[in-house]
């Protein structure tokens, strides 16, 4: 992976997108639109807020749409008994 890009385990964070986006919730630009492959220092991509990769694979977090509260988003594993 190339310093930047969305990691493997983010992409279910990029996946759901949409349908955290329609649930009210509205998630960093790096996965829709990453900031550093828009704008025009991207030279300086390291210094954009959403090119930091989240520390771990489970928690994002996110602003609620509604009010603009920041919010924190968890990944679960469903198993079905």
Known sequence: MKEGQIAEYETFW??????????????????????WLTHVLNKWCFTAEDYITPLMASLLDAFREQDGVRVMLKKFRHYLR
């Open 14 to 35: 990029r996946i759901h997108q949409t349908w955290l986006k329609t649930a009210g919730y509205i998630m960093r630009p790096r996965y829709w639109v990453p900031s």
